[in-house]
């Protein structure tokens, strides 16, 4: 299908270059300059432009679906101990104990 009339790109083109940016990060964000970029074409009217974010969110949704059901093993995330209370009442503020103000 004809996704983009000026520069004459099809989604299965974009859904290609999605793919490729996809795998080379996963968890990139892909904007459609960046699809038109990989392109090497340049948005002109811009009316296609939701047509591509919606491809880019459907494709994008499919791969990750596909990488986690690839994945044999599923990590469990690391375990976060609340910080620590460093503040434990009125401290010295850096000064010496023989500093006066007043
Ligand atoms: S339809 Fe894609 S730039 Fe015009």
Redesign the pocket.
């Known amino acids: 299908m004809l996704?983009?009339?000026?520069?004459v790109?099809t989604d299965r083109e974009i859904i290609r270059v999605i793919r490729d940016l996809l795998a080379a990060d996963p968890w990139q964000i892909i904007v459609p300059a960046k699809v038109y970029r990989e392109l090497e074409k340049r948005?002109?009217?811009?009316?296609?432009?939701p047509n591509v974010v919606d491809l880019i969110t459907t494709v994008t949704h499919e791969y990750h679906l596909e990488i986690a059901d690839s994945s044999a093993e599923v990590k469990a995330p690391p375990v976060v101990s609340p910080p620590r209370r460093k503040f434990k009442g009125a401290g010295h503020e850096r000064r010496s104990t023989s500093y006066r103000t007043a």
């Open positions: 996704v983009c009339q000026c520069n790109i948005c002109k009217c811009s009316g296609c432009v």
